[in-house]
C-alpha cells in the first residue's frame, strides 16, 4: 500500500485458478496436486498474466509468492524488463524455528488462502534454490524474524528504500 501496488498473492491465484475457494483447505493428494510441478507452472504462467495487466494499467505490481526455483525469479525479472518496469526481488529471512511456528499459527487460525503446514514448509526449505550471487543487485533482503512491530518497521523502511530507488 506504501507502494501504491497492486498485491497479488499466489495462494489466492492458485485456488481461483483451480476452481476452489479462497479458504477451502487441501490435504493428501489434493494438497499434492495443487503443487505439482504442472500446477506450480499454470499458476505462476497466471500470476505473470496479471502482473501484465496490472503494469499495462500503470500501476506497481507485488507478486506475493515463494519463488523457490531460480527459472521463476528469471521469468519475472524478463517480464519486469519486457514491461519497462523495475524489477525488485523481497528476500524474507527468519530462522525455521520461527518459519515453522508461523505456520503452524496460521493454520490453526484457519483463516487464510495459504495451504501451508510445517510438512510443506519443510519440503520447500529442501528445494529451495537460493538468491544467486548475480540476484543480488535485484534483491533487498527483510530479516522478519522479529515481533510484529518490529516487523512492520523493517516493511517500512524497505518500502521506503524501494520507492526512493525509482
Known amino acids: 500500500e506504501r507502494l501504491g501496488a497492486v498485491r497479488v498473492r499466489s495462494d489466492i491465484e492458485r485456488k481461483r485458478l483451480f476452481g476452489i475457494g479462497q479458504t477451502a483447505r487441501m490435504a493428501g493428494g489434493e494438497l499434492d496436486a495443487l503443487y505439482a510441478q504442472d500446477a506450480n507452472l499454470r499458476t505462476y504462467a497466471r500470476l505473470a498474466e496479471i502482473a501484465r495487466t496490472i503494469v499495462a494499467a500503470g500501476y506497481p505490481a507485488i507478486i506475493d509468492a515463494a519463488f523457490l526455483k531460480r527459472a521463476e525469479r528469471d521469468e519475472f525479472r524478463a517480464l519486469a524488463r519486457d514491461l519497462g518496469a523495475r524489477f525488485a526481488l523481497i528476500e524474507c529471512s527468519a530462522a525455521p524455528a520461527a518459519l515453522r511456528a508461523r505456520v503452524a499459527q496460521r493454520a490453526a487460525r484457519d483463516a487464510d488462502a495459504s495451504d501451508a503446514t510445517v510438512a510443506v514448509l519443510e519440503r520447500q526449505m529442501a528445494t529451495h534454490e537460493p538468491v544467486a550471487d548475480d ?13 510484529a512491530r518490529a516487523f512492520e518497521t523493517r516493511c517500512g523502511e524497505a518500502a521506503t528504500r524501494l520507492a526512493e530507488e525509482d
Open 135 to 147: 540476484e543480488r543487485a535485484d534483491t533487498l533482503t527483510v530479516d522478519t524474524d522479529v515481533d
